[in-house]
């Protein structure tokens, strides 16, 4: 089974590519605390931009928003320049998740966009 995410360095663009999708289990989640610690600490993360694509990411549960609670807390830790989520024009739900949960996490230079 393939996991539910990728994380890439784009060191040319001063970009970190991250795609999410579906639903994660607690497995997959502690693997991307493990791998995102380990590439946020390869990278001078104030001069990057963080690009999270959700297009294919499943609504959350009360439990998946806490999880995705401390994942923003770790962006906003690691000083990113931005941080862009990318979702497309239907997932208007996930919009308003995505935006409740930056707002608790105070994840104030996130913006969330439509392709």
């Known amino acids: 089974m393939t996991q539910p995410y990728t994380i890439s360095i784009q060191q040319s663009s001063k970009k970190v590519e991250m795609q999410v999708t579906g639903t994660f289990t607690l497995e997959d989640y502690q693997n991307f605390v493990r791998d995102y610690a380990k590439m946020a600490a390869s990278i001078d993360a104030k001069s990057f931009t963080l690009e999270v694509d959700c297009r294919g990411m499943d609504l959350l549960s009360t439990e998946e928003v806490d ?19 990318i979702i497309s024009p239907s997932q208007t739900i996930i919009k308003m998740q995505l935006g409740r949960v930056a707002r608790e996490a105070g994840l104030s230079n996130h913006e969330i966009i439509t392709k």
């Open 67 to 85: 999880k995705l609670k401390g994942s923003f807390t770790s962006y906003k830790e690691t000083g990113f320049e931005k941080v862009i989520f």
